[in-house]
């Protein structure tokens, strides 16, 4: 029994780690070792059994992982396929970054259809929209594009996905609170909050639409002090949201809106034009914080979280433990809170909240608090290591990073 019960909750803790996009929904767990069998002498120790179990739980978010974006394919057949790396994208659009003159008849010449120029001043880049020729799959117009069109650099319109879940009416959850109010801007790139707060704009269909993820990811950053935090729906009603042009547009504005910090809840693959975003920022001495996900140690590294500069954050649960369901990215930074703690929907109930996603809001507030002090951008990450409590002997540790951050934010 014992086995059993082990093996339930690592199922229930991860179904919870769920997106809460409907077309993303994570399903519950299941074929976990131990399910439905007795236990007896041959399964060894307790600790042998719970390293299988997270071995085996690893896997099957890998698995689950792929159903899920298979499911989000055929549900959406019209807006969106994989594009050359085999990643959901928007639907028969490529996006060209800086192109020169040459570049677009080139691609003119190729059969593509090229839109407006997109200036996005803050970032200092500009991006045209290239409709792909009729009859042409967007891995195959992708190939075209850098084969045939010398120094361009091109990218699909590639999908990003929050890193999660929301739970039940929270009653003893804990309800994460700041120190004290931080003036620096906190910009937030996800769905819209149920709350204005100071500014909110939309960047995709629909858009801005309150939604759960975006209302408990917004409310926690409030909860941990930001005074001024403002918010780009890159959602909104789109089932093609979360693309990487709504989220470097989103960039653009809050950038334009004085946002000193950007925290991002969400992961997807590398995109060559949200790393050129990314760096942008890191240019106007913008912090930028975001989630390696909740896909599990087996799964490939996410971004935005893995572009270097990019403060990435995984989440712990009430007793410092690592979540199991917590991805990875090619370096961690540091961790907080992500589990046994509540957060308001979009109908501004506290509910339990569970996943990486929950963490960066907390660490971009610390990181907003810092700057509020008069740290400057270059001392940032030496004043955050200050101030994180190592969970580990030696660091950077590949499940904690350099220690734990707002741990009195609940």
């Known amino acids: 029994m014992a086995v059993r019960k082990s093996t339930i909750i690592v199922a229930a803790l991860v ?6 996009a409907a077309q993303i929904a994570l399903p519950v767990m299941r ?3 131990g399910v439905g069998h007795t236990v007896d002498g041959a399964l060894g120790n307790a600790r042998e059994l719970a390293r299988a179990t997270v071995e085996q739980a690893a896997d099957h978010l890998r698995l689950v992982r792929l159903e899920r974006v298979d499911g989000l394919l055929r549900r959406n057949h019209a807006l969106i396929e994989r594009d050359a790396d085999g990643q959901p994208a928007r639907r028969g659009t490529l996006l060209l970054i800086d192109p020169s003159p040459e570049m677009l008849a080139r691609a003119s010449a190729l059969g593509f259809i090229t839109g407006e120029p997109d200036r996005l001043d ?13 009859g042409m799959d967007l891995a195959t117009a992708q190939r075209l594009i850098a084969r045939s069109v010398p120094g361009a650099m091109v990218a ?23 120190a004290g109010p931080i003036a620096a801007a ?24 309150p939604s759960n993820h975006g209302s408990a990811v917004a409310g926690l950053a409030v909860r941990a002090g930001v005074r001024n935090l403002l918010v780009a729906d890159v959602y909104g009603r ?33 995109n060559p034009l949200l790393e050129r975003a990314v760096a942008a920022a890191r240019n106007r001495k913008v912090a930028v914080v975001a989630a390696v996900g909740n896909d599990g140690p087996a799964a490939p590294p996410s971004f935005p979280a893995s572009y270097p500069g990019v403060i990435a954050v995984t989440g712990v649960d009430r007793r410092n433990r690592p979540l199991i369901e917590a991805g990875r990215a090619d370096h961690l930074d540091y961790a907080a809170p992500g589990a046994d703690i509540a957060a308001p929907n979009a109908a501004g109930e506290d509910v339990s909240v569970r996943g990486t996603s929950y963490a960066t809001p907390l660490v971009a507030a610390r990181a907003a608090a810092a700057l509020d002090r008069g ?19 030696r660091l ?6 350099r220690g734990l951050l707002c741990e009195t934010c609940r």
């Open 396 to 401: 950077p540790d590949p499940r904690t990073g």
């Open 156 to 178: 699909s319109d590639a999908l990003h996905f929050q890193s999660g879940g929301v739970g039940a009416t929270a009653r003893a959850q804990e309800r994460p609170s700041g």
């Open 31 to 33: 074929g976990l070792p």
């Open 15 to 20: 179904g919870l780690a769920a997106p809460v």
């Open 238 to 270: 789109d089932p093609a949201g979360g693309n990487a042009l709504a989220i470097v547009r989103g960039m653009n504005w809050l950038i334009g809106r004085g946002a000193r910090v950007i925290s991002i809840s969400l992961v997807g693959p590398r």
């Open 375 to 393: 740290i400057g951008y270059d001392q940032l990450a030496p004043a955050l290591d200050v101030e994180a409590r190592p969970l580990a002997k």
């Open 122 to 134: 803050e970032l200092d880049l500009s991006v045209i929209e290239l409709t792909v020729p009729r």
């Open 186 to 209: 906190v910009g937030l790139i996800d769905g819209a909050a149920a709350q204005d707060y100071a500014g909110t704009r939309g960047f995709a269909q629909g858009a801005p639409f």
